[in-house]
C-alpha cells in the first residue's frame, strides 16, 4: 500500500511538472515569436487594403488563442507578469481591429506623407533618397486607391481634416520631389520611374480629393467615438485599469474640480485682487528673451538634474546628459513646441545623450505667429515641461526601460506608464521645492488641469457622453487654450482612443504605488528606494507594475 501511494505521488509530481514544462516552453517559444515580429509595413503595397485588416485581425485572434492555451499558473512570477503584459497588447490591437477600425472612417489614414518630406528634407544621402522614393511611393498610389473604396463612413471633422491634408499635399509630389529630382542623379537609379510614379500619384490624390468633396459628405453621418462597449474593453483589458467609463468619467471632473479649487486657492494667495485667469494671462507673458529660448530650456534641464541627483531621488548610474537643441527645420511644422528623442546608445564621448528639440524663435514670423509662440514658451512651462522630459522625466525612464534584461520590457511600453511617469515627475519637483515661487505653481496646476482635462473628454467623446465642441468649449473656456489649440488637441484625441487619459491616470497610478510602498516600508522608507525599484521593472499597465513591485 505504502508503496503504492509513493507511486501515485511520483507520477503526480512526474506529471504536474511534465505539464509545468510544456506550459514554460510553450511560453518561451510565444515570447521569443512575439519579440521577432516586427509591424513595419512601410513599403507593403497591400497595407491599407480590407484583405490585410482582415487578415491581421485573423492573426490576432490566434495569438491570443495561443497564449491562452498556455497556463499561467504553472509560470514562474516574473513570466506570469509577462504573459499578462503580452496579453494586454495583442488585446489592445483587436481592438483597434475590430472596434476602431480608423481607415473605415479618417481619409488620413490613406495620406501618409509625412515621413516623404522628413526623408527628401533630412540628413540622408541623394541615392539613400531615391532608394526611398522608389519603395515608398508605389505605396502611396495603392493607399489612394484603396482610401476610394474603403471609406464608409462620414465623420465630418475627420473628412474636414482629410481634405485639407489632400490640398495642402499636392506640393509634395508637385513641387518637392521634382524640386529633388533635379538636384539629384545617381546611377542605376530609374529616375524616370519615379516620375511616373508621380504622375500617377498625382492623378489618385485629385481622385481621392473630389472623392472627399462630392462623395463621402452623402454617407450617413457617423460618429469617430470608440464606443461604449469597446471603450470598456480598452480600460479593461489593455490598460487594465479598475474603471468602466461611468466611474471613470466621475473621478475625471472630480479631479477637475479640485485641480481648479486649488489654482483659486493659490491665485489668491499671490494676488487678492486679481481673478486666477488674469494671473495666469501675467504668468504666460513673462519669456525668455525670444533669441535665448534654446539657452533658458537647457538652464532648466540642468537645473531639474542637479534637483534630482542633489536630493537623492532617483538613482542616475549611467554616464548621461540632455542637450536642448534647435529642431530640424523640416520638422518644425509637424508641432507647435517641439519633440523629446530619447538617447539609443553611448554616443562618441561615451555619454547616453537625448536631445530636447526645441522650435526656435523665427524673426520672419508675422506677429501674430511670434506672440502666441512666446506666450507658449513662457518660464513656467518651461520650468514644469523640463522635468517631464528630461529629469526624471522621460529621459530617465527611457534610459531604465533600455537597460532592461528582457527583450520583451525593453521594447514594448504604453503612455499609461511613460506619459504618467512624465506627469509624475512634475508632481514630484512641486513636492520637493524645485519650482521656485508661486507664480510657477500656479502654471504647474494649470498644466495639470489640461491632463486633467484630458481624462474627461476622451472617456467622454468616445463614450458620447461629450460632443466634439463639448470637448472644444471644456478646453478653452476652463483650461485656457486658444481655439485652434484646443482643437489640435482634441483631434489627436478623437483619432487616438485611450492615450491621452494616460497622463493623468498614469500619475494617479504612481502615486497611489508610491503610498502604498510607503506604509508597507514604513520607517525604511526611501522614494529613491522606491523609484528605482519600480522603474527597474519595466513600461507596463501600473497594475502590473504594482504586482512586480510587492512581490519583489
Given at each position: 500500500?505504502?508503496?503504492?501511494?509513493?507511486?501515485?505521488?511520483a507520477i503526480?509530481?512526474?506529471?504536474?511538472c511534465?505539464i509545468?514544462?510544456?506550459?514554460?516552453?510553450?511560453?518561451?517559444?510565444?515570447?521569443?515569436?512575439?519579440?521577432?515580429?516586427?509591424?513595419?509595413?512601410?513599403?507593403?503595397?497591400?497595407?491599407?487594403?480590407?484583405s490585410y485588416f482582415?487578415?491581421?485581425?485573423?492573426?490576432?485572434?490566434?495569438?491570443l488563442?495561443?497564449?491562452?492555451?498556455i497556463d499561467?499558473n504553472?509560470?514562474?512570477?516574473?513570466s506570469?507578469?509577462d504573459?499578462r503584459?503580452?496579453?494586454?497588447?495583442?488585446?489592445?490591437?483587436?481592438?483597434?481591429?475590430?472596434f476602431?477600425?480608423?481607415?473605415?472612417k479618417?481619409?488620413?489614414?490613406y495620406?501618409?506623407?509625412?515621413?516623404?518630406?522628413?526623408?527628401?528634407n533630412?540628413?540622408f544621402?541623394?541615392?539613400?533618397?531615391?532608394?526611398?522614393?522608389?519603395?515608398?511611393?508605389?505605396?502611396v498610389?495603392?493607399?489612394?486607391?484603396y482610401g476610394?473604396?474603403?471609406?464608409?463612413?462620414y465623420?465630418?471633422?475627420?473628412?474636414?481634416?482629410?481634405?485639407?491634408?489632400a490640398?495642402?499635399?499636392?506640393?509634395?509630389?508637385?513641387v518637392?520631389?521634382p524640386k529633388?529630382?533635379?538636384?539629384?542623379?545617381v546611377?542605376?537609379l530609374?529616375?524616370?520611374?519615379?516620375e511616373?510614379?508621380?504622375?500617377?500619384?498625382?492623378?489618385?490624390?485629385?481622385e481621392?480629393?473630389?472623392?472627399?468633396?462630392?462623395?463621402?459628405?452623402?454617407?450617413?453621418?457617423?460618429?469617430f467615438?470608440?464606443?461604449?462597449?469597446?471603450?470598456n474593453?480598452?480600460?479593461k483589458?489593455?490598460?487594465?485599469?479598475?474603471?468602466?467609463?461611468?466611474?471613470l468619467?466621475?473621478?475625471?471632473?472630480k479631479?477637475?474640480?479640485?485641480?481648479?479649487k486649488?489654482?483659486?486657492?493659490?491665485?489668491l494667495?499671490?494676488?487678492?485682487?486679481?481673478t486666477?485667469?488674469?494671473?495666469?494671462?501675467?504668468?504666460k507673458?513673462?519669456?525668455?528673451?525670444p533669441?535665448?529660448?534654446?539657452?533658458?530650456h537647457?538652464y532648466?534641464?540642468?537645473?531639474?538634474g542637479?534637483h534630482?541627483?542633489?536630493?537623492?531621488?532617483?538613482?542616475i548610474?549611467?554616464?548621461?546628459?540632455v542637450?536642448?537643441?534647435?529642431?530640424?527645420?523640416?520638422?518644425?511644422k509637424?508641432s507647435?513646441?517641439?519633440?523629446?528623442s530619447?538617447s539609443?546608445?553611448?554616443?562618441?564621448?561615451?555619454?547616453?545623450?537625448?536631445e530636447?528639440k526645441?522650435?526656435?524663435f523665427?524673426?520672419q514670423?508675422?506677429q501674430k505667429?511670434?506672440?502666441?509662440?512666446?506666450?507658449e514658451?513662457?518660464?513656467?512651462v518651461?520650468?514644469?515641461?523640463?522635468?517631464?522630459?528630461?529629469?526624471?522625466?522621460?529621459h530617465?525612464?527611457g534610459?531604465y526601460?533600455?537597460?532592461n534584461?528582457?527583450?520583451?520590457?525593453r521594447n514594448?511600453?504604453?503612455?499609461?506608464?511613460?506619459e504618467g511617469?512624465?506627469?509624475?515627475?512634475?508632481?514630484?519637483?512641486?513636492?520637493?521645492?524645485?519650482y521656485p515661487?508661486?507664480?510657477?505653481?500656479?502654471?504647474?496646476?494649470?498644466?495639470?488641469?489640461?491632463r486633467?482635462a484630458r481624462?474627461?473628454?476622451?472617456v467622454?467623446m468616445?463614450t458620447?457622453?461629450?460632443?466634439?465642441?463639448?470637448?472644444?468649449?471644456?478646453?478653452?473656456?476652463?483650461?485656457?487654450?486658444?481655439?485652434?489649440?484646443?482643437q489640435?488637441e482634441i483631434?489627436?484625441?478623437?483619432?487616438r482612443?485611450?492615450?491621452?487619459?494616460?497622463y493623468?491616470?498614469g500619475?494617479?497610478?504612481?502615486?497611489k504605488?508610491?503610498?502604498?510602498?510607503?506604509k508597507?516600508?514604513g520607517?525604511?522608507?526611501?522614494?529613491?528606494?522606491f523609484?528605482?525599484?519600480?522603474?527597474?521593472?519595466g513600461?507596463?499597465?501600473?497594475?502590473?507594475m504594482?504586482?512586480?513591485?510587492?512581490?519583489?
Open positions: 500500500m505504502r508503496t503504492s501511494v509513493i507511486s501515485l505521488i503526480i509530481l512526474f506529471t504536474g511534465k509545468n514544462n510544456d506550459d514554460v516552453n510553450k511560453f518561451d517559444a510565444f515570447v521569443k515569436s512575439f519579440n521577432e515580429k516586427e509591424d513595419n509595413n512601410s513599403f507593403n503595397t497591400e497595407r491599407m487594403s480590407e482582415s487578415n491581421q485581425l485573423k492573426e490576432i485572434k490566434k495569438s488563442n495561443d497564449l491562452r492555451s499561467a504553472n509560470l514562474n512570477f516574473e506570469s507578469i504573459y503584459f503580452i496579453q494586454s497588447i495583442i488585446k489592445g490591437k483587436e481592438i483597434v481591429n475590430e476602431h477600425k480608423p481607415w473605415n479618417d481619409p488620413r489614414q495620406m501618409k506623407f509625412r515621413q516623404i518630406s522628413n526623408k527628401i533630412g540628413p544621402t541623394c541615392e539613400e533618397k531615391l532608394i526611398f522614393l522608389l519603395e515608398y511611393l508605389p505605396v498610389v495603392k493607399d489612394l486607391e476610394k473604396s474603403q471609406i464608409t463612413k465623420v465630418p471633422r475627420f473628412n474636414e481634416l482629410g481634405l485639407f491634408m490640398k495642402s499635399s499636392k506640393d509634395i509630389f508637385e518637392e520631389i529633388f529630382l533635379v538636384t539629384c542623379s546611377k542605376n530609374d529616375i524616370d520611374n519615379v511616373l510614379l508621380l504622375f500617377q500619384i498625382n492623378k489618385n490624390l485629385k481621392f480629393t473630389s472623392f472627399l468633396e462630392k462623395e463621402v459628405p452623402k454617407l450617413e453621418v457617423s460618429s467615438s470608440l464606443g461604449k462597449e469597446a471603450y474593453k480598452m480600460l483589458h489593455q490598460l487594465l485599469l479598475d474603471y468602466n467609463d461611468e466611474t468619467w466621475e473621478f475625471g471632473w479631479e477637475f474640480n479640485n485641480t481648479i486649488k489654482m483659486d486657492e493659490l491665485a494667495k499671490i494676488d487678492p485682487s486679481k486666477t485667469k488674469e494671473l495666469l494671462i501675467e504668468i507673458n513673462e519669456y525668455p528673451h533669441d535665448s529660448m534654446i539657452q533658458a537647457q532648466w534641464v540642468d537645473k531639474s542637479e534630482i541627483k542633489n536630493k537623492k531621488l532617483i538613482p548610474p549611467w554616464k548621461e546628459r542637450n536642448v537643441v534647435p529642431r530640424e527645420v523640416y520638422l518644425r509637424t507647435y513646441y517641439g519633440n523629446f530619447r539609443k546608445g553611448i554616443d562618441d564621448e561615451g555619454y547616453f545623450t537625448s530636447w526645441i522650435n526656435p523665427e524673426h514670423w508675422d505667429t511670434k506672440d502666441e509662440y512666446l506666450v514658451h513662457d518660464w513656467g518651461i520650468l514644469v515641461t523640463a522635468p517631464h522630459e528630461t529629469y526624471a522625466g522621460h530617465i525612464q534610459l526601460q533600455m537597460h534584461p528582457s527583450e520583451l520590457r514594448n511600453g504604453l503612455s499609461l506608464f511613460s511617469w512624465g506627469l509624475y515627475n512634475e508632481q514630484l519637483m512641486l513636492e520637493t521645492g524645485f515661487n508661486d507664480k510657477i505653481k500656479l502654471r504647474q496646476l494649470q498644466l495639470r488641469l489640461w486633467n481624462v474627461i473628454y476622451d467622454g468616445h458620447e457622453k461629450m460632443t466634439y465642441e463639448d470637448a472644444i468649449s471644456l478646453m478653452t473656456d476652463k483650461v485656457g487654450f486658444l481655439r485652434w489649440a484646443a489640435l483631434d489627436s484625441s478623437s483619432s482612443p485611450g492615450y491621452f487619459i494616460g493623468f491616470m500619475m494617479i497610478e504612481i502615486l504605488m508610491r503610498e502604498n510602498y510607503r508597507m516600508k520607517k525604511d522608507y526611501n522614494i529613491s528606494d523609484h528605482e525599484k519600480l522603474l527597474l521593472i513600461n507596463m499597465p501600473p497594475s502590473l504594482e504586482d512586480a513591485l510587492f512581490n519583489n
